[in-house]
Structures are given as structure tokens and as C-alpha cells.
């Protein structure tokens, strides 16, 4: 564990040519100025684009980043002093296809340009167990990233609140998305569909949850539709009474 406190990080973060911290003011309501211009003017090619939500201390961004140097890897998170962990290792190993952004995901939509990104993954993201307007996976959320993901765009959802899988299952399932591949537990279950580095790279909170004994479940899917999301007709309230009194699989975070 690190002994280095938040102000140095801070500072280091600042040296760091793989995150970019843009202020409130240059991507709130208003188009930052790489907006559309990723491949251009950062990444220098023409390779994909995937992006991490919430991304913590980086770790899947770094790792994928290293098992496909033929793509680009674009993490996001709000906490300096997390991304520093991932920005740091990127810096030493010289990975030139991967960057970090500072900032929250409420202003996601000013970052990227139409048809800019090419698959998202979400991992381990808070739950919000009575707050579903505030999910990555919920309707608001994914409006926003249809405006920037490819329409062959892949969201990745990889999460040990069984919550948030079943409620983003019903979303896109009510809503007619295309499902590429679900899971339940990951760990004991084999799905040719499962993407390489399913099992093979885990966060800090999956080695945590593991530990516990938590499945760690999975989705996959896509947006191909113009119409209007709509949340699903799944009373989340009423999930977490069953689940909280032993009737209902899996664990309420």
C-alpha cells in the first residue's frame, strides 16, 4: 500500500501526461474541446476507443490496455487520489493507448463526439439501491451514451450487486436491447460469449467481493434502438424486502 498522501498525488497527478483534468467549467453544459477529436488529437490512430466508467484506481483500464495495444482505453473517474494508481503505472510502463479523465460522468455527454466510443464497461459501480435515476446503467445514463457509442457498441456491465444486474436485465430486456451475453456467476459458469478478460483481470472490489463469497454476475448488450428508453416495470422496492428476507438469490448491495 502506498504511504504517499493525497496532496503529493495530487501534485503527481498533475505531471502525469496520460490524465487529462478538465475544470467544471470547460465541460459543463458546454463541449470540451476534445470533444470529437480523441482519435486526432490524443490517441494519434484510428484504433477503437473503450471507456471505463467509474474506473477507481484503474486497474481494468491499464490491464485491457495491455492485452489489446491494437485499441485505445479511456478511463473515468471523479477521485484524484484513486486515479493516480492507474495514471502512475500507466506512466511507467510506457503505455501510450491509454488515458484518464478527472471528472464526473454527469458531464460524459460533452466529452465525446457521435459515434467516437466503441464499447463501455461498468464495473462494480454503486448500486443506488433506492436512487435508480443515478445508476450508470439506467435511462438517463444510457441516453447519454447513445449519443456518443457506435451503434455496434458494446456496454459491458460487470457487478457483484445482484440489484443492479436484475434491474438493468429488465431495463434492456422491456426496452428490446439486444442481450450479447448474461451471467449469474461468472465463476461457475463457461459462456463462449464471455469476452477473455471476464475472469482473467479483477478490480480491487472483485478480489474483495470474491473473498467474501459474493458471485460476481455479468451483461452485456447493446443500444440499437432510436426509441425513448423507459425505465423498467420492476419495483426495486419490493426486490429488496424479498431479497432482504432470504426469498429472493443474491446479495442486496
Given at each position: 500500500?502506498?504511504?504517499?498522501?493525497?496532496?503529493?498525488?495530487?501534485?503527481?497527478?498533475?505531471?502525469?501526461?496520460?490524465?487529462?483534468?478538465?475544470?467544471?467549467?470547460?465541460?459543463?453544459?458546454?463541449?470540451?474541446?476534445?470533444?470529437?477529436?480523441?482519435?486526432?488529437?490524443?490517441?494519434?490512430?484510428?484504433?477503437?476507443?473503450?471507456?471505463?466508467?467509474?474506473?477507481?484506481?484503474?486497474?481494468?483500464?491499464?490491464?485491457?490496455?495491455?492485452?489489446?495495444?491494437?485499441?485505445?482505453?479511456?478511463?473515468?473517474?471523479?477521485?484524484?487520489?484513486?486515479?493516480?494508481?492507474?495514471?502512475?503505472?500507466?506512466?511507467?510502463?510506457?503505455?501510450?493507448?491509454?488515458?484518464?479523465?478527472?471528472?464526473?460522468?454527469?458531464?460524459?455527454?460533452?466529452?465525446?463526439?457521435?459515434?467516437?466510443i466503441d464499447e463501455i464497461w461498468i464495473?462494480?459501480?454503486?448500486?443506488?439501491?433506492?436512487?435508480?435515476?443515478?445508476?450508470?446503467?439506467?435511462?438517463?445514463?444510457?441516453?447519454?451514451?447513445?449519443?456518443?457509442?457506435?451503434?455496434?457498441?458494446?456496454?459491458?456491465?460487470?457487478?457483484?450487486?445482484?440489484?443492479?444486474?436484475?434491474?438493468?436485465?429488465?431495463?434492456?430486456?422491456?426496452?428490446?436491447?439486444?442481450?450479447?451475453?448474461?451471467?449469474?456467476?461468472?465463476?461457475?459458469?463457461?459462456?463462449?460469449?464471455?469476452?477473455?478478460?471476464?475472469?482473467?483481470?479483477?478490480?480491487?472490489?472483485?478480489?474483495?467481493?470474491?473473498?467474501?463469497?459474493?458471485?460476481?454476475?455479468?451483461?452485456?448488450?447493446?443500444?440499437?434502438?432510436?426509441?425513448?428508453?423507459?425505465?423498467?416495470?420492476?419495483?426495486?422496492?419490493?426486490?429488496?424486502?424479498?431479497?432482504?428476507?432470504?426469498?429472493?438469490?443474491?446479495?442486496?448491495?
Amino acid at each position: 500500500m502506498s504511504t504517499i498522501g493525497k496532496l503529493e498525488k495530487f501534485r503527481q497527478n498533475s505531471t502525469f501526461k496520460c490524465l487529462l483534468q478538465p475544470k467544471m467549467e470547460e465541460v459543463f453544459r458546454k463541449d470540451w474541446s476534445l470533444k470529437g477529436k480523441w482519435h486526432q488529437e490524443v490517441f494519434n490512430n484510428s484504433n477503437p476507443i473503450t471507456l471505463e466508467l467509474g474506473c477507481g484506481k484503474g486497474e481494468y483500464t491499464v490491464s485491457l490496455a495491455k492485452l489489446y495495444p491494437q485499441r485505445n482505453f479511456i478511463g473515468i473517474d471523479i477521485k484524484g487520489a484513486r486515479l493516480w494508481t492507474g495514471a502512475r503505472q500507466a506512466e511507467e510502463l510506457g503505455l501510450e493507448n491509454v488515458r484518464f479523465i478527472r471528472t464526473s460522468i454527469d458531464f460524459i455527454e460533452w466529452i465525446f463526439g457521435a459515434d467516437e466510443i466503441d464499447e463501455i464497461w461498468i464495473t462494480f459501480a454503486d448500486p443506488q439501491l433506492r436512487s435508480p435515476r443515478k445508476r450508470l446503467t439506467g435511462t438517463m445514463f444510457l441516453e447519454r451514451y447513445r449519443r456518443f457509442l457506435k451503434a455496434s457498441g458494446k456496454i459491458h456491465l460487470k457487478t457483484d450487486s445482484r440489484l443492479l444486474h436484475e434491474y438493468t436485465y429488465e431495463l434492456v430486456r422491456q426496452n428490446s436491447l439486444e442481450i450479447l451475453c448474461r451471467s449469474t456467476d461468472i465463476y461457475k459458469e463457461e459462456n463462449p460469449a464471455f469476452p477473455p478478460e471476464l475472469k482473467t483481470v479483477q478490480t480491487f472490489y472483485e478480489q474483495y467481493f470474491l473473498k467474501m463469497g459474493l458471485a460476481i454476475t455479468y451483461l452485456c448488450f447493446r443500444l440499437k434502438t432510436t426509441a425513448p428508453f423507459k425505465e423498467p416495470e420492476w419495483d426495486s422496492a419490493l426486490w429488496l424486502e424479498k431479497e432482504s428476507q432470504g426469498r429472493t438469490p443474491g446479495r442486496i448491495r
